[in-house]
Nanobody, 114 residues
Framework: QVQLVESGGGLVQPGGSLRLSCAAS????????VGWYRQAPGKQREWVAT???????NYADSVKGRFTISRDNAKNTVYLQMNSLKPEDTAAYYC????????WGQGTQVTVSS
């Protein structure tokens, strides 16, 4: 089974940017689609964005226009570029297949605060 490891989180001020990485232990593109998800304290995990092997990239309305999902085939990695960050973006961010059929990893914490 492909395993995914997230990294790149941190503390950033409102309006700032971060780039998250999702590195695969196997061929990430053996997965039909890769998604980013997030879970804020006290809330359920929610979907953020999806990049399929082919077809249209999709974003949750809450991040559309601010976040960009992309992939680097050579590095077997999927990225989430997050711009214009808001306090409500504070969460642990995870990558998984879409639908989320793989075991969840540790995630990477993003905290947006002044």
């Amino acid at each position: 089974q492909v395993q995914l490891v997230e990294s790149g989180g941190g503390l950033v001020q409102p309006g700032g940017s971060l780039r998250l990485s999702c590195a695969a232990s196997g061929n990430i593109f053996s997965i039909n689609a890769v998604g980013w998800y997030r879970q804020a304290p006290g809330k359920q995990r929610e979907w953020v964005a999806t990049i399929p092997r082919g077809g249209r990239i999709n974003y949750a309305d809450s991040v559309k226009g601010r976040f960009t999902i992309s992939r680097d085939n050579a590095k077997n990695t999927v990225y989430l570029q997050m711009n214009s960050l808001k306090p409500e973006d504070t969460a642990a961010y995870y990558c998984n297949a879409y639908p989320a059929i793989l075991t969840w990893g540790q995630g990477t914490q993003v905290t947006v605060s002044s």
